[in-house]
T-cell receptor, first 115, second 111 residues
Framework: GAGVSQSPSNKVTEKGKDVELRCDPI?????LYWYRQSLGQGLEFLIY????????KSGLPSDRFSAERTGGSVSTLTIQRTQQEDSAVYLC?????????????FGPGTRLLVL | QKEVEQDPGPLSVPEGAIVSLNCTYS??????FMWYRQYSRKGPELLMY????GNKEDGRFTAQVDKSSKYISLFIRDSQPSDSATYLC???????????FGAGTQVVVTP
């Protein structure tokens, strides 16, 4: 079956512009996660959605970052007024959500470059 | 100090050798431990998933967890050039399944 998909694959933007990154999770998966991967830094948790519960936003680095998940499926991560330090790979993952420790399946990521 | 420490490498080994990877962690609340493999320009994929101390074997891969020392390892036997990738350790710190990752170790297996 189809895995997690993300779009765009690559995004180049100018400092100060807003960007939107999209994630399509595996069909039927109720849990969705966003991570950021910077060079040599590993993956950094950003936000977690589980069903209809309030999202866990504890990893968002600033109020310029926001995310929403419509209809319990597709999610959009928005970065406002982008800065050069926002340049990274943004990864989305989903899991069945039956238990918190379920395997997370990752998408290929969106590579963001802020000039 | 990071919660999860992992040597970024690169680690270069000849084909057929054993690859030994490890991570240390500081949070004793971590209960579930994973190893992910990430090829260049791809998302991470789960290799091994363990709970509690001990060994788990899956084909050429063996994962070890020593909770008393807060130390986990991954061994790859009979390494192949196709094993060349970045290996990330990860662990869960709370009931929300929020993974804490190591920085990843780049492994290069030379023919």
């Amino acid at each position: 079956g189809a895995g997690v998909s993300q779009s765009p694959s690559n995004k180049v933007t100018e400092k100060g512009k807003d960007v939107e990154l999209r994630c399509d999770p595996i069909s039927g998966h109720t849990a969705l996660y966003w991570y950021r991967q910077s060079l040599g830094q590993g993956l950094e948790f950003l936000i977690y959605f589980q069903g209809n519960s309030a999202p866990d936003k504890s990893g968002l680095p600033s109020d310029r970052f926001s995310a929403e998940r419509t209809g319990g499926s597709v999610s959009t991560l928005t970065i406002q007024r982008t800065q050069q330090e926002d340049s990274a790979v943004y990864l989305c993952a989903s899991s069945s959500g039956r238990i918190a420790q379920e395997t997370q399946y990752f998408g290929p990521g969106t590579r963001l470059l802020v000039l | 100090q990071k919660e999860v420490e992992q040597d970024p490498g690169p680690l270069s080994v000849p084909e057929g050798a054993i690859v030994s990877l490890n991570c240390t962690y500081s949070n004793s609340a971590f209960q579930y431990f994973m190893w992910y493999r990430q090829y260049s320009r791809k998302g991470p994929e789960l290799l091994m998933y363990t709970y509690s101390s001990g060994n788990k074997e899956d084909g050429r891969f063996t994962a070890q967890v020593d909770k008393s020392s807060k130390y986990i390892s991954l061994f790859i036997r009979d390494s192949q050039p196709s094993d060349s990738a970045t290996y990330l350790c990860a662990m869960i710190s709370d009931s929300w399944g929020k993974l804490q990752f190591g920085a990843g170790t780049q492994v290069v297996v030379t023919p």
